[in-house]
């Protein structure tokens, strides 16, 4: 940079003590600048190897029950918020989110890259932020919170097929949905993204692809959800990870089977899994999900179909998962999309979700079980490259849940433009 500056300072200089004797000196060209800039070695702005990628989603929701405690309010909103507090309708800048990244390559070497994702936004506000608003100066609807989603090193041992290891904060491997609404099906999350496994995790995850068909995946990570290791007390805790994904050999069909279990110190049943979070209990906690998707090829490649089933148990007493204080939970979801054309398609998904005990982990409950459901229609219009358009319609039922009209059923209208790069 400094002899891009000296340079240009030259030639200005020459042409101005050229302009004092008399003489007109030549104007430089944009070829003479070009040159200059092309044999000056400045700041970087794409090394070698990283990639930014991302995408800008904003859009409008109409909660039809307005600001009341009906379940399509606490958890049908776009942005996961326990209680929408704006009434009926509301823009939502649901998230900017950056991700950079080296990945590793192919190569079955010892090699090292990173990985680091940041939202800002309305999301980010719920997953990193307080979904309540009861913390000092927080509101979960707020479009400048921001939330660190990962941030990992990863590296390959070159053991077998080779071993890969990310250290660090990442996302779960649990679960059909993900925290980027535009990878999803639908716009809204479902009830079991959001109450019944964990987003993320801080530690260690191994991964190693046995061959094309199976792929496994072991990992000690922290408390589900929070990037310490005490979760909400004193306690020390860990939790370990483990995965297997087994993928067709065609291609068009895989099915993924994943488990979570922690003996001490994880976030409460209300906050270990989903997007409420904030309590003060903790529990031992175990989760089994599994997942999978098939692309049938009589379709032509336009119809995808998928599931999603979990089944989970915590406990305040870590070592009895049966015993008092206990709460089973258990929840499926179906999902179907068409493509229509090469501008239009359609996705639905229909989700029922349970909990005994209480209902504490999605309540307040009324009875001894709390029962949610919901179904979602959503269509999608790809604009242009990069540019998706997609409108939805939701309804939510629930069982026993406390609160005037909290069972439903609750409707809801979303919109969503994405832009992705």
């Known amino acids: 940079m400094n002899k891009l500056i000296a340079s240009l300072f030259a030639t200005a200089l020459a042409g101005s003590t050229s302009a004092f004797a008399g003489v007109a000196a030549p104007a430089p060209t944009a070829k003479d600048i ?13 090394q070698k190897g990283i990639v930014l990628s991302g995408y800008v989603d904003a859009g409008y929701s109409y909660n039809f029950g307005g600001g009341s405690t009906i379940v399509g309010t606490k ?6 918020r326990a209680g929408d507090n704006v009434p009926r309708g509301d823009f939502n800048l649901n998230a900017l ?9 192919d190569e079955n070497k010892l090699q090292a890259g990173f990985r680091a994702d940041i939202m800002i936004g309305e999301d980010a506000g719920i997953l990193g932020g307080d979904p309540n608003n009861v913390g000092p100066g927080v509101d979960a609807g707020d479009s400048y919170s921001v939330f660190l989603e990962q941030a990992y090193a990863q590296f390959r041992l070159p053991f077998g097929n080779g071993i890969d ?18 990878a999803n099906l639908n716009i809204t999350y479902g009830n079991l993204f959001q109450n019944a496994i964990p987003l993320w995790h801080t530690g260690v995850l191994s991964s190693y692809k046995v061959n094309d068909v199976v792929d496994l995946k072991l990992g000690i990570v922290n408390a589900s959800n929070t990037d310490n290791a005490i979760g909400f007390n004193a306690d ?5 990870l483990a995965g297997i994904n087994i993928t067709a050999p065609g291609g068009n069909a895989n099915i993924s089977q994943n488990v979570i279990y922690s003996i001490n110190g994880d976030s409460s049943p209300s906050t270990s899994e989903g997007l409420t979070l904030g309590t003060s209990d903790d529990a031992a906690l175990f989760v089994y999900d599994v ?19 979990d089944f989970g148990a915590y406990d305040t007493n870590p070592l009895a998962i049966n015993g008092a204080g206990s709460e089973t939970f258990w929840g499926a979801a179906l999902y179907a999309k068409y493509q229509f054309t090469d501008i239009f398609s359609l996705a639905g998904r229909a989700d029922y979700l349970h ?57 809801m209208a979303v919109a969503e433009v994405v832009y992705s790069f």
């Open 34 to 46: 070009a040159v200059v800039v092309d044999e000056v070695n400045y700041v970087e702005t794409a």
């Open 75 to 80: 958890f049908g909103t776009p942005d996961g």
């Open 97 to 105: 989110k950056l991700a950079l990244e080296k990945p590793l390559s």
């Open 165 to 182: 290891i990310k250290v660090g904060k990442f996302v779960t491997t649990l679960g059909y949905e993900v925290i980027e609404r535009p």
């Open 236 to 240: 020390d805790n860990a939790s370990v």
């Open 291 to 309: 997942w999978g998707n098939w692309t049938p090829k009589f379709a032509n490649d336009k119809l995808l179909l998928a599931f999603n089933i």
């Open 355 to 411: 909990g005994t005990d209480g209902g504490t982990k999605f309540g307040p409950a009324t009875g001894g079980n709390v029962d949610l459901w919901s179904y979602t229609l959503t269509a999608g219009f790809d604009i242009i490259e990069n540019l998706t358009l997609r409108a939805e319609y939701r309804v939510d039922y629930a069982n026993d849940l406390v609160g005037v009209g909290a069972d439903g059923p609750a409707h």
